[in-house]
T-cell receptor
């Protein structure tokens, strides 16, 4: 059974810092891994999706990497801004079954 | 493309009542997922449809829960005889199976259920 964890659970940084959020999964037989952002009381916004054949994806100040062999994905945020404050979730789609397994999220606060 | 929509956004009900939620996916998406999310946790998978067929159900989906997707368009999630433990955010997502990138999910705003 796939399990997804995220470290740290919460993170507070001053504006302008570069930061890394971590996502670990127990079953490396994943098809893709998707990163989301969630604002309080809202739905999820897709940030990046990395397919199993890819090593990384980039969008603006965001870069996500995937290492299936070690069961890890990282989300790198460059030059953080107060508007980046949100909860960031990763979700793994397994090769078998077709539903996503989510991590518990990392709550990020970027202080002005 | 207006994205995934859900209705209602908020629902307050008394224990024992039945509630029904609706999800309208992105129009060309053939897969539709339902998740439940409680405070401080990631979404937990409940069930998903490919077109009108319900292909998988989680053990979390007790007999009091039922979902439909008639004609492969919108979907409804019904909870019968609600319990206080059903209080949560119910999220709907849709994706294009076989699309590029493969099965990227897009979420609606959610329906927040409070059972008194």
């Amino acid at each position: 059974k796939q399990e997804v964890t995220q470290i740290p659970a919460a993170l507070s940084v001053p504006e302008g810092e570069n930061l890394v959020l971590n996502c670990s999964f127990t079953d490396s037989a994943i098809y893709n891994l998707q990163w989301f952002r969630q604002d309080p009381g809202k739905g999820l916004t897709s940030l990046l999706l990395i397919q199993s054949s890819q090593r990384e994806q980039t969008s603006g100040r965001l870069n996500a990497s995937l290492d299936k062999s070690s069961g890890r994905s990282t989300l790198y945020i460059a030059a953080s801004q107060p508007g980046d404050s949100a909860t960031y979730l990763c979700a793994a789609l397994n090769n078998y079954g077709q539903n996503f397994v989510f991590g518990p999220g990392t709550r990020l606060s970027v202080l002005p | 493309d207006t994205g995934v929509s859900q209705d209602p956004r908020h629902k307050i009900t008394k224990r024992g009542q039945n509630v029904t939620f609706r999800c309208d996916p992105i129009s060309e998406h053939n897969r539709l997922y339902w998740y439940r999310q409680t405070l401080g946790q990631g979404p937990e998978f409940l069930t998903y449809f490919q077109n009108e067929a319900q292909l998988e159900k989680s053990r979390l989906l007790s007999d009091r829960f039922s979902a439909e997707r008639p004609k492969g368009s919108f979907s409804t999630l019904e909870i019968q005889r609600t319990e206080q433990g059903d209080s949560a955010m119910y999220l709907c997502a849709s994706s294009l199976y076989g699309g590029d990138p493969y099965n990227e999910q897009f979420f609606g705003p959610g329906t927040r259920l409070t059972v008194l």
